[in-house]
């Protein structure tokens, strides 16, 4: 008798967003297995950040869409860059800590070995020894290798991120795709925004490209063709065309 089929980490039934009056993703169905590494790309206004939100729970879709998570699996999301405040004099190694919330809570004491899976954390993306910079003094590339420790500190089985490797140097990109690679090859579902092509083919398996609907899903090698990267312009371009009715924003969930 055949084993049963795992349910995926993540699953998409009619996936639609209404944010800001416009349609930011229409009818998006498919499947996110267990332990998948996939890139989520397709051009300015595609609907990318939007999906990433919705999976993390950040915005709530239109009915009767549907996202189903496996049961037992925690997410983790990293948000673009632009909506962080780096303003607050927060320590490096505390904003790291940040990722142990939920095991410590707004008062609960740091143990010697949460400190430890924190310089862990930092040694592994190459900030050991800046432990009590504050965040607010570091290069981009430094800030996003901090909010990769965070992540990692938070051991969750599915990670999400926004577009990652933006305004970041090539060594921090190198460095922090090889973090991804150790993830997936971990066993964990990885989802990441993506804006560059030779990147996604290279260190990618899977790919979903988005034109706020679904225009291939699959193997990256049988999405990233150039009919349908054509085809994910052509629809976009006509969205912005037409004249979209009104549309509720998106609420926070």
């Not at 090889?178 to 964990?188: A, C, I, K, S, Y």
């Amino acid at each position: 008798m055949t084993a049963p089929a795992s349910p995926p980490a993540l699953a998409l039934q009619q996936l639609t967003v209404h944010y800001r009056q416009h349609r930011a993703l229409q009818q998006v169905s498919g499947h996110f297995d267990k332990g998948s590494l996939t890139a989520v790309i397709g051009p300015n206004g595609a609907g990318k950040s939007t999906l990433l939100k919705s999976l993390a729970g950040l915005v709530a879709p239109q009915r009767p869409s549907r996202i189903t998570r496996a049961a037992g699996l925690r997410l983790a999301y990293l948000p673009q860059h632009s909506e962080l405040d780096r303003s607050f004099p927060l320590e490096v190694r505390d904003c790291v800590l940040l990722g142990l919330w939920a095991q410590s809570g707004a008062w609960g004491c740091t143990t010697a070995p949460m400190l430890a899976r924190v310089h862990a954390a930092l040694e592994a993306v190459g900030l050991h020894g800046l432990e009590r910079r504050t965040i607010n003094t570091l290069s981009s590339g430094q800030l996003q290798r901090v909010l990769f420790a965070r992540l990692a500190v938070q051991d969750a089985d599915i990670i999400l991120l926004d577009e990652p490797f933006n305004a970041v140097d090539s060594a921090t990109t190198t460095a922090l795709l090889t973090l991804v690679q150790h993830w997936h090859r971990q066993g964990r579902t990885v989802i990441a925004a993506v804006h560059d092509d030779a990147q996604v083919r290279e260190h990618f398996p899977h790919t979903l490209l988005l034109a706020r609907e679904c225009i291939a899903w699959g193997p990256t090698a049988e999405v990233l063709t150039d009919a349908h990267l054509q085809r994910a312009r052509a629809v976009l371009a006509r969205t912005h065309a037409e004249a979209d009715a009104p549309a509720h924003e998106a609420l926070p969930a």
